[in-house]
């Protein structure tokens, strides 16, 4: 009976390794727990699967899903949180980044304020200097 059921399968899924994957996902699926959609006739659960798969009671785009999902060593998910998490530590780094620019324009400021006080001091003690001076002649 299973050689008549992989024949019929091989119409539905012509690759007969994409077949075998998904039986046996349909397989482990039925060995869970969850419910056949043929009837058992005191089949084992891969033969079960096989005619599922055959009679087109199983949607293979959600076989193929559940098989993608259960050999991905990460889950999606995780990549989202991983991806959050980074996007966080950019932003805070960025912000920190800002702070020092914000910090360096302000200790320039001042120190360009300070070089021009110091200028207008030399300039006013100068110009006190030649006034002594010419006084003093």
């Known amino acids: 009976m299973a050689r008549v059921t992989v024949e019929d399968c091989v119409i539905k899924v012509p690759n007969r390794f994409d077949l075998v994957m998904l039986a046996s996902q349909r397989a482990r699926d039925i060995a869970s ?34 098989l993608v999902l259960g050999l991905q060593k990460e889950k999606p998910q995780d990549d989202l949180e991983e991806d959050t998490e980074a996007l966080d530590a950019l932003k805070e780094e960025s912000a920190i980044l ?16 300070r070089e021009e006080a110091d200028a207008e001091d030399a300039a006013a003690a100068a110009a006190q200097g030649t006034a002594e001076n010419a006084s003093e002649e």
Do not use: Y
Not at 40 to 49: E, G, L, T
Not at 98 to 113: D, G, M, N, P, Y
């Open 33 to 66: 727990g969850a419910p056949e959609t043929v009837a058992r006739d005191n089949d084992k659960n891969p033969v079960i699967a096989l005619r599922e798969i055959a009679e087109d009671t199983v949607k293979l785009p959600d076989l193929q899903e559940k």
């Open 98 to 113: 800002a702070t020092v620019e914000s910090l360096q324009a302000a200790a320039r400021e001042s120190k360009e304020s």
